[in-house]
């Protein structure tokens, strides 16, 4: 990710990343409370990952 600033003119926009942030934050708070996997795009790949209190590896799916 560029780390360099750009100016949007769009307000919206400009605040859209940090509630994308703070939306995968919340995500991974819920998940960890209800036991569910988070399904991330990584590496090529579609990726189950679980909390990491749960001890349950990481279960990953076929490239579509």
């Not at 990726?47 to 076929?62: A, I, L, M, W, Y």
Request: include cysteine.
């Amino acid at each position: 990710m560029n780390k360099g600033k750009i100016q949007v003119q769009d307000v919206d926009l400009a605040k859209a990343e940090i509630a994308l942030w703070r939306a995968a934050v919340k995500a991974k708070k819920i998940a960890g409370k209800t036991n569910t996997p988070l399904v991330v795009y990584e590496g090529g790949c579609i990726v189950k990952k679980f909390s990491e209190k749960q001890g349950t590896p990481n279960h990953r799916s076929r490239k579509s």
